[in-house]
C-alpha cells in the first residue's frame, strides 16, 4: 500500500501559479506511473499531467498532459526523493478544485491504483 503526503496548493489568485507537491511512500517512485487529477465542483475528476514509470533503457521519463494544461505545466519527478510536482502556471477560475496525486504500476494508462486525500485549491483575487 502507498501513502502520499500532498503539499501546496491553497490560494492562488486568476493568472497566478500553483505548485502541488505529491510525496510517495511504500515504493520507488521511480517505478510508478505517478499523476495529478482535478475535480472542480460539480463535475468529473480529470487527469492533468503524468510521468510514466522509469524506462532503465532510455533513462527519460516520459510525460502526459492534458491538452487544456499544455504549455502552461510542467511535472517533474525526483527519485531520490520520491516525489512528483506539479507546477501550472497562468491558472484558470475554472481550475479550482481539488487535485489529487495517484500511483499504479507501469505506465499512465488505465486507472490509477492508489489515490491521496487531495488538495484544495482555490481561485481568486
Known amino acids: 500500500q502507498l501513502q502520499f503526503v500532498e503539499s501546496g496548493g491553497g490560494l492562488v489568485e486568476p493568472g497566478g501559479s500553483l505548485e502541488l507537491s505529491c510525496a510517495v511512500a511504500?515504493?520507488?517512485?521511480?517505478?510508478?506511473?505517478v499523476g495529478w487529477f482535478r475535480q472542480a465542483p460539480g463535475k468529473e475528476r480529470e487527469g492533468v499531467a503524468c510521468v510514466h514509470s522509469r524506462d532503465d533503457i532510455t533513462k527519460y521519463d516520459i510525460t502526459e498532459y492534458t491538452r487544456s494544461v499544455e504549455g502552461r505545466v510542467t511535472l517533474s519527478r525526483d527519485n531520490a526523493e520520491g516525489t512528483v510536482d506539479l507546477i501550472l502556471r497562468g491558472l484558470r477560475p475554472e481550475e479550482a478544485g481539488t487535485y489529487y496525486c495517484a500511483a499504479k504500476r507501469g505506465d499512465c494508462s488505465g486507472d490509477m491504483e492508489f489515490w491521496g486525500e487531495g488538495i484544495v485549491v482555490t481561485v481568486a483575487s
Open positions: 511504500g515504493a520507488s517512485v521511480a517505478y510508478l506511473a
